[in-house]
C-alpha cells in the first residue's frame, strides 16, 4: 500500500520558510499544507505557489489534525518555542539552523524531541552540497589519512540597515555572524572531526553599528587526537567567499563555492607524493541549480518513514551550540575554554 504524502506545515514564509515549502509541494512524499506567517500577504503569496492553506498564527499548524510535520523557519528567537509545541503534539519537526539562541534552548529542544518519540532535524543543508558530500566520504573512506587541520571560511558583505532587521536585534538572533553563518561552518567541523577539546573565540564589530553583536567572529578548535580547526565567518566579506578545507597526513579536499553569487561549486583533492613534491591534483566542478535543500528534504523523509542515517539530528545540533556557547565565553574571557 502506497504512504500517503507527509502533511507539511511551514512556520515562517521568509526566504528559508519559502524555499522550504516549494521543496515539499514539489516532492510526490510530500504536500505542503499550511504556510503560517506574521505578514499576511506574504502568507498568502506563498500558499498560492504551492497550495497550502495561509495563516498567522503558528498555533493553528501545531494544533491541527491534518498536519503530520512542521517546518520552523522563524527568527531565532521563536524558534525553540514552536518546535518544543510541534513535538509535544506529536508532530516531527525540521527547526532551522541555529538551533535556538543559545545551548539552553537547543537543550530543551533535544529533550523534548526525545520524549516525543518524533523525528527532529536541524536544518543543516551545507552537509548536503555535493562537494562537502564527496569530500567527507572520501575522508571517511581514509583517502586523506589522520586529520592534521581545518581551514573554513565564511561570509558575505552585510548590508546598511542590518542593524534595523530581526539578525541585528539580539533579543530576536541571540548572536551576531557566528549565530548566523558561523553555526554552518561549526556543523561542518563538528562533522568531520567530533567536538572540540577546546576552543578560543574572538568577536570583532568593524563596520556595521550592530552595537554588542559581531559582523566578524574567529575561532581556533583543538580536537583529542591533535587535530586543530580555524574558522573565520564575516559580514563585511567584500565579495561573498565560502571555503572549507580538510587537511590530512595523506592528502587535503577544499571546497569552494556554493553556486550562485558565492561562485560555482568546486571540491579539488591533493594527493601527497610519497617522495614528496607537487601533489597529485583532481578538480571538480558541480554546477547547476542548489540541490541541498531537496536533498535535506529527503534525508528527512526517509527519516520519517523509518529510516536511519539522517544528517543534523538533535544530538548533532546540540554539540554544534555547544561549540558556539564556547566561542562566546572563550571572547568574553580572552581565554580558551572547554565546549
Known amino acids: 500500500m502506497a504512504l500517503s504524502p507527509l502533511r507539511t506545515a511551514v512556520v515562517g514564509c521568509g526566504l528559508i520558510g519559502r524555499r522550504r515549502a516549494l521543496v515539499a509541494a514539489s516532492e510526490p512524499a510530500s504536500r505542503c499544507a499550511m504556510v503560517i506567517d506574521t505578514d499576511a500577504s506574504v502568507a498568502h503569496a506563498l500558499a498560492a505557489e504551492t497550495g497550502a492553506t495561509a495563516g498567522a498564527d503558528w498555533r493553528a499548524a501545531v494544533s491541527s489534525r491534518d498536519v503530520d510535520a512542521v517546518v520552523v523557519a522563524t527568527p531565532n528567537a521563536f524558534l525553540a518555542d514552536v518546535a518544543v509545541a510541534a513535538l509535544e503534539a506529536g508532530k516531527h519537526v525540521l527547526v532551522e ?44 573512506a581514509g583517502d586523506l589519512g589522520r586529520l592534521v587541520t581545518i581551514r573554513a571560511r565564511y561570509g558575505h558583505g552585510g548590508r546598511p540597515g542590518y542593524e534595523k532587521e530581526w539578525r541585528g536585534d539580539r533579543r530576536l538572533a541571540g548572536g551576531g555572524e557566528l549565530t548566523d553563518q558561523g553555526v554552518h561552518v561549526l556543523d561542518l567541523i563538528h562533522w568531520f572531526a567530533g567536538l572540540p577539546s577546546s576552543v578560543y573565540g574572538m568577536r570583532q564589530t568593524a563596520v556595521w553599528p550592530l552595537g554588542d553583536l559581531e559582523d566578524n567572529g574567529y575561532g581556533l578548535l583543538a580536537f583529542p587526537g591533535g587535530a586543530v580547526a580555524m574558522l573565520h565567518t564575516s559580514w563585511t566579506q567584500w565579495r561573498n567567499l565560502f571555503s572549507f578545507e580538510v587537511s590530512g597526513t595523506d592528502g587535503a579536499a577544499v571546497c569552494e563555492g556554493l553556486g550562485r553569487s558565492y561562485g560555482i561549486e568546486t571540491l579539488t583533492v591533493h594527493r601527497r607524493r610519497p617522495e614528496g613534491g607537487v601533489p597529485e591534483t583532481t578538480r571538480l566542478e558541480f554546477p ?47 581565554a580558551p575554554v572547554a565546549p
Open 97 to 140: 539552523k541555529p538551533m535556538g539562541r543559545d545551548l539552553a534552548e537547543a537543550r530543551r529542544m533535544a529533550d523534548a524531541a526525545a520524549t516525543a518519540g518524533r523525528v527532529f532535524k536541524v536544518g543543516f543543508n551545507h552537509r548536503y552540497h555535493p562537494a562537502l558530500r564527496e569530500a567527507h566520504r572520501r575522508f571517511v
Open 288 to 334: 547547476g541549480e542548489d540541490s541541498s535543500w531537496r536533498d535535506e528534504w529527503l534525508d528527512f523523509l526517509a527519516a520519517v518513514r523509518g529510516g536511519d542515517g539522517m544528517l543534523g539530528t538533535a544530538e548533532a545540533g546540540v554539540a554544534v551550540m555547544r561549540m558556539l556557547d564556547a566561542l562566546y565565553r572563550s571572547a568574553d574571557a580572552g
